[in-house]
């Protein structure tokens, strides 16, 4: 059977793409997911590519890549953050697979942008090696756990045990926190929906040079990434300082838990741990089970993690690049340590 890759206009595939969406995820999805993620990106537009049968021309999967602006030692590049990847069941082959996802490596070839990176799920890494990506690094999950009793319920298989026993460990780890109370060094607020205005530009501006790859977090991404968001509803930790912002923690809440989005401070100082400290007092506050932070191995912000005691959970996955063979920033840009990446850099 003879398939070909076509370069699709993304008002013409809407509903078949859809279609393949939910015929291939567990979560359901629609057009406002569509139309945000693929149409209104303040970076660009999506590109999105189909592969379909060549004798009746019917849709056997599609895959897209959303434009990102990303800085690399301070020199602003447009790339290509690779999202959905959706085959019809009936149509999954390795071949099908890996002409489909060549698509987006060919297009880097011929100088569409600088280069691109993506999140694959465990199943889909073995195609990424396939048409030539490379593994930049391993994006690791760090949790907190804030009550035990939902932790001690897998272990012992008594709700009751485990709500009495759970109860003591937290008056446990109470009395433990009584000694080392966190001391803020700056003022902090928690926002219900933050509005990222100029103050998010200028923090930006002042935080670039963290790491030599990172990518574009002013006010214009922002907004639309977190606050036009129609799939979760984000929270924020602002740290101010006379007038100015000086750093903020995105964050979201999902089945009890407070999923970290992305750290971003100015400069060095005690405002990393002052969000960290006062996000998990909040998500104390509040009743939840846990904090939980997905970033790329290396980021800067585990030391403050492990110093609150998070700790790495073995669940994770790799983050995969791709940039031109003769291009300087391959070697930059296929280093862990060169980039800045939280769980708010990947695909929605």
Known sequence: ???????????????????ALNATRHRPTDERRYDWLYRRNPDGEAVLWSIRKEATGEMA??????????LVDG?????????????????????????????????????????LYAHPNAKMQLIH?????????????????????PYLRHRLHSPLLAAAAGKLV????????????????????????????????????EA??????????????????YAENPLYHTRAVL??????????????IDADVAQVKDVLVAGNGPTERDLVARLIEHARGQGLTSVSAVVLEGHPIVD?????????????????????????LRDVVSNPDSWLVSVGDRDV
């Open 304 to 328: 403050t993690l492990n110093s609150f005691g998070f700790s790495r959970r073995p669940d994770g996955s790799q983050m995969f690049g791709y940039a031109r063979h003769e291009d300087p």
């Open 208 to 225: 670039a040079a963290v790491r030599r790859v990172m990518g574009v977090r002013d006010a214009r991404y922002l907004r639309w990434r």
């Open 170 to 205: 937290d008056v446990g780890w109470r009395l433990l926190r009584l000694g080392r109370r966190y001391e803020y060094a700056g003022h902090l607020r928690v926002v219900e929906s933050p509005e990222f205005d100029d103050r998010f530009d200028r923090l930006f501006d």
């Open 1 to 19: 059977m003879a398939y070909a890759v076509y370069e699709e206009n993304l008002d013409d595939v809407r509903d078949e793409a859809i279609a």
């Open 75 to 115: 020199e602003e590049h447009i790339c290509w953050n690779g999202a959905d990847f959706s085959i019809h069941r009936k149509y999954r082959a390795l071949g099908v697979a890996v002409k489909l996802r060549r698509a987006a490596k060919e297009a880097i070839d011929q100088g569409r942008a600088d280069f």
């Open 239 to 252: 740290a101010e300082a006379a007038g100015r912002l000086q750093g903020y923690a995105l964050f979201t």
């Open 129 to 149: 090696e396939r048409v030539g990506h490379w593994p930049v690094g391993a994006m690791v999950r760090y949790a907190k756990p804030l009550r035990a009793a």
């Open 61 to 70: 999967g599609f895959t897209v890549v959303l434009p990102r602006r990303v």
